[in-house]
């Protein structure tokens, strides 16, 4: 995994870039757990997780011990 940062105009960015091995970790259920503070954002946790539904995403967040707070569903997102 490579998480880093990049500024386009005068915006900071956060890069998340995802190795096959990440993948594969996402579709056993494991959540990756991150903190953009490691490339200067500041403490800013970020969850990356996986599901074939949005339903199973938000088990696999509580199975984890993440659970959701709130719940926005958005489809079709390209």
């Given at each position: 995994m490579i998480v880093g940062r990049m500024?386009?105009?005068?915006?900071?960015?956060?890069?998340?870039?995802l190795s096959e091995m990440?993948?594969?970790k996402?579709?056993?259920?494991k959540p990756i757990?991150?903190?953009a503070a490691e490339v200067g954002f500041g403490p800013l946790p970020v969850v990356?997780?996986?599901?074939?539904t949005?339903?199973?995403i938000a088990e696999d967040?509580?199975?984890n011990g993440?659970?959701?707070?709130?719940r926005v569903l958005v489809d079709n997102v390209e």
């Open positions: 500024e386009i105009g005068v915006r900071a960015v956060l890069v998340l870039g990440n993948l594969r996402l579709r056993e259920g757990y991150k903190d990356i997780t996986y599901g074939e949005e339903e199973a967040l509580e199975k993440l659970p959701l707070a709130v």
